[in-house]
């Protein structure tokens, strides 16, 4: 069953964001995940949300996005976004 990662991010240092975006498509596809979300426009039409960034990702399964968020390959990356942003992330089966 297929799997999201979604992430609220409100970047706080956009340079080293940046960095951390380089880093994160390369761990992502050694994964099997790819972005669906990726920061771009959002409309809220219900509730007070308003994230100033919005990512979405899909791998094959729940088991496939934790290990990637735990993976060697990515905890560089999460090290850096963890300095220059603060984020809300969660993990959610899909409808499959």
Request: no cysteine; hydrophobic share 45%.
């Amino acid at each position: 069953m297929s799997a999201y990662v979604i992430v609220e991010v409100d970047v706080t240092d956009p340079a080293a964001y940046e960095e951390y975006r380089k880093l994160v498509p390369a761990t992502v596809a050694r994964f099997g995940g790819k972005f669906l979300v990726r920061g771009g426009a959002t409309e809220v039409k219900e509730g007070e949300w308003k994230p100033k960034r919005l990512v979405v990702l899909e791998f094959a399964s729940m088991d496939q996005a934790r290990k990637w968020y735990h993976s060697p390959e990515y905890a560089p990356a999460l090290a850096l976004r963890l300095k220059a942003a603060r984020s809300k992330m969660l993990l959610v089966e899909g409808a499959d």
